[in-house]
């Protein structure tokens, strides 16, 4: 059974709807900016701009995966190659970050080294898994985070694949049927 949730942002969480992900200045920043702010659009909670115009889409039925989430007692955490400051702000401007009992954002690809830190946090705060109690879903572009999850017996669904998390209602039957 999944007691534990972790989730990648861009591409996974939300959509990047203009060409540039979260700490992104140019759409192959080697840097990133970790300054950036961001706030939701007035007409839509499900779409947020960045205050340098790039606008995010938060994936439909991720509101209603981490109601599930919660509703199951699985706890939630975010695990991106980021600036863990845009990604804390672009969760709070879609009014989610309260959602999420841990957050690490760190600006490289080594996401396992990233779970380990959950894992410890999770672990400090009174909440042991096994790992196979634990599925990650990232959109992995670059097929690594696949192999980093396996070295740690984790779970792990690859988003937007047909077979795996085709969308967030596959993740919803992940979390319900692993
Ligand atoms: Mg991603």
């Known amino acids: ?51 340098d115009g790039p606008l995010f889409a938060l994936h439909e039925g ?5 109601a599930l989430a919660h509703e199951r007692g699985v706890r939630l955490a975010v695990c991106s190659w980021n600036h863990v400051g845009n990604i804390d702000r672009i ?39 096994h790992p196979r109690e634990v599925l990650f879903v990232d959109d992995d572009p670059s097929d690594i985070y696949r ?5 740690l017996n984790i779970n792990f669904a690859k988003m937007g694949h047909p077979d795996e998390a085709a969308d967030w209602n596959a993740v919803q039957r992940l979390v319900k049927t692993l």
Not at 23 to 51: H, K, L
Not at 62 to 66: A, F, N, W, Y
């Open 91 to 129: 969760l709070r401007a879609f009014g989610l970050r309260d959602d999420f009992d841990q957050v690490v954002a760190e600006w490289h690809t080594n996401k396992a080294g990233m779970i380990k830190k959950i894992l410890a946090a999770e672990s400090a705060a009174g909440h042991e898994y």
């Open 1 to 51: 059974m999944i007691k534990l949730l972790i989730l990648d942002g861009d591409d996974t969480l939300w959509q990047p709807m203009s060409g540039v992900c979260c700490s992104d200045r140019t759409p192959d920043d080697a840097i990133g900016d970790p300054n950036f702010t961001f706030a939701p659009t007035p007409d839509d909670r499900d779409m947020v701009q960045r205050g």
């Open 147 to 151: 192999g980093q999850a396996a070295g």
């Open 62 to 66: 991720v509101r209603d995966t981490i």
